[in-house]
């Protein structure tokens, strides 16, 4: 069925109300699930729904939390969100970042203590949007072997970056470091469907085209990938004295504790740097470069990154964002949720 953005909004925030959320907290929570969906980015969007309504009703998201900030340096800070919803925490926190960078010229701001916050590319926006450089980069719950490894260590921690242009466009990339997310081995399973040989590995730590013998996903890129998920394991968790590596507590386990989740915004305000016009214009020109690029066999264009999302969003925004039925009909169901994923390994199975 096809959504519009405010009714998909209103219809998220309704539920995360019924589950126990505040307002503020679930009007945050609704816009970043919102904003997910209509850039084309259905894994982190309103389809994450019901997890957080059973998790918020269970406890384990903090409804009344009491956060602090605290500047410890001049363009150094920790927010800690008391374990409350990460999203609103997440964008908090990079209002934070901003304010920083607009009068120190870059600011890091450690994020602790929150629950997930969702599709990373939200908080580079708000950035963005201030003519300024955003990265963001968050833990994950382990699923992810180590290179050469048989057994799952790192989550899908991703990383986001974005960088803007003229005229409100920008250029916005946002990652997992795994090759797949989870969603697509279970979209797999459920058709039956074998997956390419380069997603994930069985229990003996070999690749496996069976999705059903899936025991941990691979990194992006092989020591690469795996490269990264190490420096965003150090920057969310490690810097921030928070369990690391294979100690990150999973998103399904125990739906009444919190998770005590970990993310970094970095902000960089080109102000400091250079003129910022000609840095617009350059971020412009190069989005404008690479879409001349002859494009390859197989290809119609090259696009810079983000621009995929950009597209998507034009076209949910003329005809109204693709929604699968069961989330709609859970969303307008007297449901708040159906005990669907506590207890659970860190495959939701
Ligand atoms: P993806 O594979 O769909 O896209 C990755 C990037 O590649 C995007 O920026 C996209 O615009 C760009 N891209 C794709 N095709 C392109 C093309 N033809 N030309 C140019 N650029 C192109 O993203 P992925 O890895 O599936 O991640 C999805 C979301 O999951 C992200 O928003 C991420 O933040 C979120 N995530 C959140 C986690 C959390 O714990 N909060 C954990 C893992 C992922």
Same mark, same amino acid.
Request: net charge negative; hydrophobic share 40%.
């Given at each position: ?17 019924k589950a126990g959320l505040q307002s503020e907290h679930a009007e945050v929570t609704a816009d970043v699930l919102a904003y997910a969906d209509l850039r084309g980015i259905h894994s982190h969007g309103a389809m994450r729904t019901e997890y957080y309504a059973e998790r918020i009703a269970k406890g384990g ?14 363009? =150094?800070?920790? +927010?800690? &969100?008391? #374990? ?7 964008? @908090?926190?990079? !209002?934070?970042? %901003? ?50 490894? =048989?057994?799952? +260590?790192? &989550?899908? #921690? ?7 242009? @003229?005229?409100? !466009?920008?250029? %916005? ?45 691979l990194p992006i890129s092989g020591p690469k990938g795996y490269g990264l998920m190490m420096m965003v394991d150090v920057l969310s968790d490690i810097l921030l004295g928070l369990p690391f590596g294979k100690n990150v507590t999973s998103m399904y386990e125990d739906m009444t504790a919190y998770r005590k ?89």
């Amino acid at each position: 069925m096809r959504i519009d953005k405010d009714r998909l909004k209103y219809l998220v925030k309704d539920k995360l109300q019924k589950a126990g959320l505040q307002s503020e907290h679930a009007e945050v929570t609704a816009d970043v699930l919102a904003y997910a969906d209509l850039r084309g980015i259905h894994s982190h969007g309103a389809m994450r729904t019901e997890y957080y309504a059973e998790r918020i009703a269970k406890g384990g998201i903090n409804v009344q939390p009491k956060t602090s900030f605290e500047q410890t340096g001049p363009s =150094t800070a920790i +927010y800690d &969100g008391d #374990n409350g919803a990460g999203h609103y925490m997440a964008k @908090e926190a990079m !209002k934070e970042a %901003i304010a920083m960078a607009k009068e120190q010229g870059a600011a890091i701001v450690g994020v602790k203590n929150i629950s997930h916050s969702g599709a990373l590319s939200y908080f580079v926006d708000q950035a963005v949007k201030e003519q300024m450089i955003g990265i963001s980069v968050c833990q994950s719950d382990p699923m992810v072997v180590p290179f050469g490894g =048989t057994e799952p +260590y790192y &989550g899908t #921690n991703p990383i986001a970056f974005g960088a803007p242009g @003229e005229k409100g !466009k920008s250029m %916005i990339f946002d990652m997992a470091t795994t090759v797949q997310a989870w969603g697509k081995i279970l979209h797999a399973r459920s058709k039956n469907e074998a997956i390419p040989d380069n997603w994930a590995v069985d229990s003996n730590g070999e690749p496996t085209t069976d999705p059903f013998k899936v025991n941990a996903l691979l990194p992006i890129s092989g020591p690469k990938g795996y490269g990264l998920m190490m420096m965003v394991d150090v920057l969310s968790d490690i810097l921030l004295g928070l369990p690391f590596g294979k100690n990150v507590t999973s998103m399904y386990e125990d739906m009444t504790a919190y998770r005590k989740l970990g993310q970094l915004h970095i902000v960089i305000n080109p102000a400091f740097f250079t003129n910022v016009e000609t840095f617009l214009q350059s971020i412009t020109q190069t989005m404008n470069d690479l879409n001349q690029i002859k494009p390859a066999p197989g290809f119609e264009h090259v696009l810079y990154p983000g621009q995929p999302n950009e597209i998507q969003q034009q076209a949910y925004e003329k005809d109204g964002i693709e929604l699968v039925d069961d989330i709609y009909d859970y969303l307008v169901a007297d449901t708040i949720h159906r005990n669907a994923y506590d207890q659970k390994n860190p495959f939701a199975e």
